[in-house]
C-alpha cells in the first residue's frame, strides 16, 4: 500500500502493475479498497497481465481523514489526484455504488483516456434522488441544528448524513443531462437491491450518450452483488470489453 498527499491528507492506494488500459476500482460510501469487488477484480486483472489501481478516499479505509468531513465532490476530487499521480494512458473506470457518480464525475475530467465503464449498482445524484426525499422533519432539524444526524447501516456502524454531504451532491448531479461516454460502458444492478432501485440503471443508460450501453439486472442480487456468482458476471464482464492486445 503507499500513499500520496491531497489538502493535507494522506490518500492510500495500491497499483498492480501491468499492460494498459488501467482498471481503476471506485469503492462506495463508507467502504475501502479491500472489499471482496475489489479483490476479485484484483486477482482476475493479474491473471490477465493488466494493471489494477485500488483507492481509499479521504475518510475511508487506509487514508487520513473523518468521514463526515467529506462529501461527493472532495471523494471525486480524491480519486482524480491517485489517478492522475499514479497512472498514465487509457482506463477503465469501475465504480460500485456511490463509486458509480464519482466514476461519472471522473469522466468529464479524463473522457480522453476512458477504455471503458462499469458501474455496480451505481448511485448517481443519490444524495437528492434518495436521501433528501425521505429526510424526517426530526432529520431537517437536526441537519439545521447540528448540521448532520445519524442512520442505520446495514454494513456496520450507523452512517453519519451531514449537511455538507447534501448540498454538495445537488452541487455535483449528472441525470439531469446527457453523459458524454463514449466508450463502452456496462451497467450491472440487482433487482433486490434495497438500497438503490434498480431502476436507476436504466435512467443512467438513457442519459449515457455511447451507443455501446448494456444494462445486466440480476433478478435475485442485491445491493452488494458479492456472491461467487456475481464476482463472477463482474470479472467477466470487464473481460469482454478489455481491448485485445
Aim: charged share 25%.
Amino acid at each position: 500500500m503507499r500513499r500520496i498527499e491531497r489538502a493535507g491528507r494522506r490518500l492510500a492506494y495500491a497499483l498492480d502493475a501491468g499492460r494498459a488500459p488501467t482498471i481503476v476500482f471506485l469503492p462506495g460510501l463508507r467502504s475501502d479498497m479491500r472489499g471482496a469487488k475489489a479483490l476479485a477484480l484484483r486477482e482476475a486483472a493479474a491473471a490477465w497481465g493488466v494493471a489494477m489501481l485500488r483507492l481509499d478516499y479521504a475518510g475511508h479505509g487506509a487514508s487520513d481523514g473523518r468521514f463526515e468531513d467529506g462529501c461527493i465532490g472532495d471523494w471525486a476530487a480524491d480519486a482524480l489526484a491517485v489517478i492522475e499521480a499514479t497512472t498514465a494512458g487509457r482506463l477503465i473506470l469501475v465504480g460500485s455504488s456511490m463509486g458509480g457518480w464519482i466514476g461519472l464525475l471522473l469522466a468529464r475530467r479524463l473522457s480522453h483516456r476512458l477504455a471503458g465503464f462499469v458501474g455496480i449498482a451505481a448511485a448517481p445524484d443519490f444524495t437528492e434522488t434518495m436521501i433528501r426525499p425521505a429526510l424526517t422533519a426530526a432529520q431537517r432539524q437536526a441537519l439545521e441544528r447540528d448540521g448532520r444526524f445519524e442512520v442505520p447501516n446495514a454494513y456496520g456502524d450507523k452512517l453519519p448524513i451531514t449537511r455538507r454531504l447534501i448540498d454538495d451532491g445537488a452541487r455535483n448531479l449528472v441525470l439531469g443531462t446527457s453523459i458524454p461516454l463514449a466508450c463502452p460502458v456496462r451497467l450491472l444492478q440487482g433487482q433486490q437491491d434495497t438500497d438503490v432501485p434498480w431502476q436507476t440503471a436504466l435512467t443512467l443508460a438513457e442519459r449515457i450518450e455511447s451507443p455501446d450501453v448494456q444494462v445486466v439486472l440480476i433478478k435475485d442480487g442485491d445491493h452488494r452483488l458479492s456472491r461467487e456468482a456475481d464476482l463472477a458476471l463482474l470479472t467477466g464482464t470487464l473481460a469482454a470489453i478489455l481491448p485485445a492486445t
